[in-house]
């Protein structure tokens, strides 16, 4: 439970002495150092903490993101999408404030984001609705019936998702009726997100 509070930030106020970018593993380097002792044939002598948070690397933005992401669903570090927005950017993909900002109804676009919900209702003849989060904001998806068979595994299990497809748009809710989908690898946390799936 101690390692699980200090890869979340939670002991972080209590390394403050320590460079922002450290202190979360200087944190854990203590709790284990704390659980471990002076007890057991691998642990014969007590470690010095200080010396041992000097060793103690920094971690990046991304690391960050995605500590926190696999420990409790959020972060304040930064959306997963952000590592992956340069990436994105030169791939056409635009963001959900840009969609609604300057999207035409009706124009063929790319987006990408973190699904954090599916939804098949029993009164929508099949059709799959989708929720994606980026760091702008949030994008519906349109998935029909036949799309949706065709692709119903990446779907379903992928967290983070580039979608193609036709954009509708109405006053400020943004809508896209997808024509395709791959996969995103971005390796930031989203892949620990739960979505809220069929309900």
């Known amino acids: 439970a101690l390692r699980v509070l200090a890869e979340a930030g939670a002991f972080d106020t209590m390394v ?3 460079p922002e970018a450290k202190r979360r593993r200087a944190a854990l380097w203590q709790v ?3 659980e471990r002792g002076t007890a057991g044939p691998l642990a014969p002598r007590a470690v010095s903490v200080a ?5 103690v690397p920094s971690m990046t933005r ?29 791939l056409g993909a635009r963001t959900a404030r840009q969609l609604l900002r300057e999207g035409r ?12 919900c599916r939804q098949r209702p029993g009164t929508a003849k099949g059709f799959v609705f989708l929720t994606l989060e980026d760091e702008t904001g949030m994008i519906n998806i349109v998935v029909t019936p036949k799309r949706f068979e065709a692709q119903a595994l990446m779907i379903t299990t992928t967290q983070l998702l580039l979608v193609r497809g036709v954009l509708q748009v109405e006053q400020t809710v943004v809508n896209v009726k997808a024509r395709g989908f791959e996969a995103l690898d971005v390796q930031a946390g989203g892949e620990h997100y739960k979505s809220h799936d069929f309900h």
């Open 16 to 18: 403050a002495h320590e």
């Open 32 to 34: 284990l150092a704390a």
């Open 51 to 55: 010396a041992g948070t000097e060793r």
């Open 62 to 90: 991304l690391a960050l993101t995605e500590a926190d992401y696999r420990m409790t669903g959020v972060s304040l570090a930064g959306h997963p999408m952000v590592h992956a927005r340069e990436r994105l950017t030169r």
């Open 105 to 116: 109804d009706g124009g063929w676009i790319t987006t990408a984001g973190l699904v954090i």
